[in-house]
């Protein structure tokens, strides 16, 4: 693989809270953004000119799975290839409980085994819960932010209004970390898309 301004893993909660339409919306979210003409811009803006990305859906414990294996995004093909696999993804792990802290874990390890160069690595937790199950996530965004990876995150807030201080204080970490909200699974594409953006502008550290 080239070498990237970005490795980028997009960790999406697939537990119990996130039922089959909002599981769809977030899929379809994520794919949507991905043929944004202005994600493109931003994915291709760096020194790089490319940002590499996976995808790990989450759910109770012991359930990760890696929904879309490291893909280079460099052009509007390889965005357009990613968008429809995005699409094409089943819901790889049965809804359980919300076992965040094995998820941001999970999705560390794609990032400490990116098959390549980038100048900067982020972990992008999407959910509409807090941590329920397994061990916490303090302590796991903690060795993340040691390893030197930035940890932002997307709160869904229908069900659970004070998430987004859950993600602020439990979750988020790195240079430059923040945490946006959404209001609900309809709004789910445009607050990625945004979020995308910001992520992929952020100023290379090398």
């Known amino acids: 693989m080239r ?5 980028l893993c997009l960790a999406v909660d697939a537990s119990s809270s996130v039922d089959h339409d909002e599981f769809g919306l977030m899929m379809g ?6 043929r944004d003409p202005a994600v493109l811009a931003a994915a291709t803006g760096g020194p790089r000119g490319a940002v590499a990305v996976c995808v790990l859906l989450w759910s109770g414990r012991g359930a990760q799975e ?3 294996p490291w893909t280079p995004v460099e052009d509007a093909a390889t965005a357009a290839g990613l968008a429809d696999a995005l699409d094409d993804s089943p819901r790889l792990v049965p ?9 941001m874990a999970a999705g560390l390890a794609q990032l400490a ?3 390549g160069d980038a100048a900067r690595s982020a972990l992008d937790v999407s ?9 916490p996530p303090g302590p796991v965004r903690d060795a993340g932010v040691a390893g030197g990876v930035t940890i932002n995150a997307l709160a869904v807030v229908n069900e659970e209004p004070d998430l987004p201080a859950h993600y602020a204080a ?7 970390a923040f945490v946006m909200e959404c209001p609900d699974y309809a709004a789910f594409a445009e607050a990625i898309r945004r979020k995308l ?3 992929m502008r952020a100023a290379p550290t090398a």
């Open 113 to 115: 085994a990116f098959p």
């Open 170 to 176: 439990e979750v988020i970490g790195g240079p430059g």
């Open 95 to 103: 809804a359980g409980a919300t076992a965040l802290g094995e998820g």
């Open 3 to 7: 070498p990237v301004d970005l490795a």
């Open 197 to 199: 953006i910001r992520e």
């Open 66 to 68: 890696v929904a879309v």
């Open 127 to 135: 959910g509409d819960g807090a941590w329920n199950a397994g061990p």
């Open 29 to 34: 979210g994520l794919a949507a953004a991905f």
